[in-house]
Nanobody, 124 residues
Framework: VQLQASGGGEVQTGGSLRLSCAAS????????MGWFRQPPGKEREFVAA????????MYADSVKGRFTISRDNAKDTVYLQMNSLRPEDTALYYC??????????????????WGQGTLVTVSS
């Protein structure tokens, strides 16, 4: 399976972007899907995750209330709606899938397939 992330771009503070991550094949509906980001000069960090049914969703404290993760299993796609963007949200955003760890959550090593990253730049 391959993951293709898209939707990044440059916005001003307070703006919105919607990231998408499409899976090329596989039983997407059973995967835990997550979003991570890597700010310039920093390590990769957890942003949000959603279990296969959408019933369990997790967010990093830094994005809670501003970002929303969702998935459309019929389209093999997971989304990250980002509102009220701040300069500190500037990062390369990665989607990730956990194909066998159905309890995957906040840790990158719980995911076994990764997209290529899409750049989000928030200007002040």
């Amino acid at each position: 399976v391959q993951l293709q992330a898209s939707g990044g771009g440059e916005v001003q503070t307070g703006g919105s972007l919607r990231l998408s991550c499409a899976a090329s094949s596989g039983t997407f509906g059973t995967y835990v899907m997550g979003w991570f980001r890597q700010p310039p000069g920093k390590e990769r960090e957890f942003v949000a995750a959603i279990r296969w049914s959408g019933g369990i969703i997790m967010y990093a404290d830094s994005v809670k209330g501003r970002f929303t993760i969702s998935r459309d299993n019929a389209k093999d796609t997971v989304y990250l709606q980002m509102n009220s963007l701040r300069p500190e949200d500037t990062a390369l955003y990665y989607c990730a899938g956990a194909r066998r760890n159905w309890n995957a959550g906040r840790y990158a090593n719980e995911y076994d397939v990764w997209g290529q990253g899409t750049l989000v730049t928030v200007s002040s």
